[in-house]
């Protein structure tokens, strides 16, 4: 099968990397960490959960074993509510007792909030070391491990302690994503369809395409199908290429920058998002699912200030519909959710900053000002009405 090579391009340190997309890559994981880190580093912490560890760690292992690396591994507990600063803590405690010095690495094997914890233990012991991305869900490899953005979450808000690092290299092996459970798989494309609405028709209709070709009820038999790993590589490769353009024009996310090019676009969905995620302390909705959530309330605000025709909203909810089922949203308070959205990050000076849309491709960024609060407060209330 094809294997695909994106590079990211910076015009500062650091220069850039390689993201590589390929059926069966794992097995050369060891090969391919020395191409992207060099000939000096001896050790390798992987950082993994018991999970994806149990289903790949012995294989990743090996290889980095034979590429001559030391490898060994930290595990932290599965699941959204352990990326907290007190498993970073352990991380780090891990990577000092293994004596991991500037010129050693940390890999990370797993979804994305494997990754954003290993990103930001990597960002932070010894001022900054190596990293390598090793992505096991869709999500992640189509978004998480692409763009340097690390972090973990605390008690005031999602991913509100963290640090740009960009890794070394990505390594995105599709034939992982055959163990993965449907509900992970309906959350990546979910994440999927907000690239797709900020990124422009091409890539939503490419994603809603494969979703109509392949349906995500038989994504479990089509993931062993030589073309249909095919299809998804292509799509990833896609997807990952439009990331890689945005992050590349503005790898920190500049605080300044307000235009419909800048980083902030890929927040589209994720202010609603990241509140419901808090609200239901993170037990109840991937994250995919509560951007998928996201990306529609986002959709209907964008209508109700007269920002987005009826037909591009109806083709983000086909979308999404297509990308399979959301868990329910029940009793979840509309005054919580408010509160929460705006104690997000993407707040600036005071003033709560929205992705919103002035049709598919066309996002646009508003602040408070622009958002009366009155009419986001009634959009809340209608759009948890609605979905309950
Ligand atoms: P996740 O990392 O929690 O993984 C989802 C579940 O799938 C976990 O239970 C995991 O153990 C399991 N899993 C992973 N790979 C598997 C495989 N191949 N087979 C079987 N099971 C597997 O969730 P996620 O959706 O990958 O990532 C969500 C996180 O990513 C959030 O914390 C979010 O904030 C973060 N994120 C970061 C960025 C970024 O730019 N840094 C972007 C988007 C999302
Ligand atoms: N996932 C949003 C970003 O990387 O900027």
Not at 4 to 11: A, V
Not at 87 to 107: C, G, I, N, P, Y
Not at 319 to 344: C, K, W, Y
Request: hydrophobic content about 40%; charged content about 20%; glycine content about 10%.
């Amino acid at each position: 099968m094809k294997r695909h090579t994106i590079k990211i391009n910076f015009s500062r340190e650091p220069s850039g990397y390689d993201i590589v997309i390929g059926d069966g890559l794992l097995s050369q994981c060891g090969e391919w960490a020395r191409k992207c880190l060099g000939k000096h580093p001896g050790k390798i912490v992987i950082v993994s959960n018991p999970r994806v560890f149990g289903l790949y760690g012995k294989q990743t292992e090996k290889s980095l074993r034979s590429a001559g690396y030391h490898a060994s591994h930290f595990l932290m507990k599965d699941g959204e509510r352990h990326k907290t600063l007190r498993t970073a803590e352990a991380a780090l405690k891990v990577f000092a007792e293994a004596k991991l010095s500037r010129t050693d690495a940390v890999v990370a094997l797993g979804g994305g909030v494997v990754g954003d914890l290993a990103g930001f233990t990597s960002a932070t012991h010894l001022r900054g070391i190596p990293y390598l991305q090793i992505p096991t869900t869709l999500l992640s490899m189509i978004d998480a491990s692409v763009g340097g953005k690390t972090g973990v979450n605390t008690a005031s808000g999602k991913n509100l302690i963290g640090a740009f690092h960009q890794p070394r290299g990505v390594l995105i092996d599709v034939s992982v994503l055959k163990t993965l459970p449907r509900r992970e798989l309906t959350a990546g494309l979910c994440e999927a369809i907000k690239q797709g609405a900020v990124g422009g028709g091409k890539l939503l209709v490419r994603t809603g395409d494969l979703l109509s070709a392949w349906p995500i009820g038989e994504f479990s038999r089509n993931i062993r199908n030589p073309n249909f790993k095919f299809e998804i590589s292509n799509l990833i490769s896609a997807h990952v290429q439009f990331k890689a353009r945005i992050v590349a024009g503005d790898p920190q996310e500049s605080a300044a920058r307000i235009d419909s090019r800048s980083r902030k676009i890929l927040n589209f969905g994720h202010t609603f998002g990241h509140a419901l995620e808090k609200v239901t302390n993170y037990k109840r909705f991937c994250h995919g699912e509560a951007v998928g959530y996201g990306i529609l309330f986002a959709a209907e605000l964008s209508k109700t200030l007269a920002l987005c025709a009826d037909k591009d909203v109806n083709l983000l909810y086909d979308v999404v519909h297509r990308a399979g089922t959301l868990p329910r949203m029940i009793n979840i308070d509309a005054s919580e959710i408010f509160q929460a959205m705006h104690a997000d990050k993407k707040n600036l000076a005071g003033s709560l900053q929205m992705v919103l849309l002035k049709g598919i491709g066309r996002p646009v960024i508003l602040t408070g000002h622009d958002v009366p609060q009155p009419a986001l407060k009634k959009a809340l209330k209608r759009f948890l009405q609605e979905m309950a």
